[in-house]
């Protein structure tokens, strides 16, 4: 076998191998555009006196809070701009706003009517279920 037949060998089994790779392992780009939050077994208490400030509306204690969360992660549904909205989740010791968030969805109407929590910056949300 010559050399350009080996090469032309190899490089067919390189590109088989990633068909095969990227037709049976999950994209991690594929499943954040799904949004498909799992839903939260236990929230911290910071985050349900967080919750209990959005149902009062406010005030909140951090200027960014009730701003617009653009949900450029592709971690949440789509919904279109200005559907969420982000506010910080204390966490204790940490004197600044940290990596905690409650996002709500939709509430035109003056009623949320989704629920998440992330506490790791918007890589990972759970859905929260309103006492």
Not at 41 to 50: G, I, K, R, S, Y
């Amino acid at each position: 076998m010559s050399r350009k037949t080996k090469n032309t060998a190899v490089g067919a089994v390189v590109v088989a191998a990633a068909l095969l790779i990227n037709t049976f392992l999950p994209n991690k780009d594929e499943g954040a555009a799904s949004g498909d939050p799992t839903s939260c077994p236990n929230l911290p208490a910071e985050a349900w006196d967080t919750i209990n400030l959005i149902e009062s509306g406010g005030p909140y204690p951090h200027p960014e809070d009730d701003s617009r969360f653009g949900n450029y992660e592709r971690t949440l549904p789509e919904e279109p701009l200005g559907y969420y909205r982000e506010y910080t989740v204390d966490t204790p010791g940490v004197h600044h706003r940290g990596l905690r968030r409650i996002v709500t969805g939709g509430g035109a109407d003056g009623v949320v009517d989704e629920w998440y929590y992330t506490d790791n910056h918007y890589d990972t949300f759970c859905e929260v279920q309103p006492r």
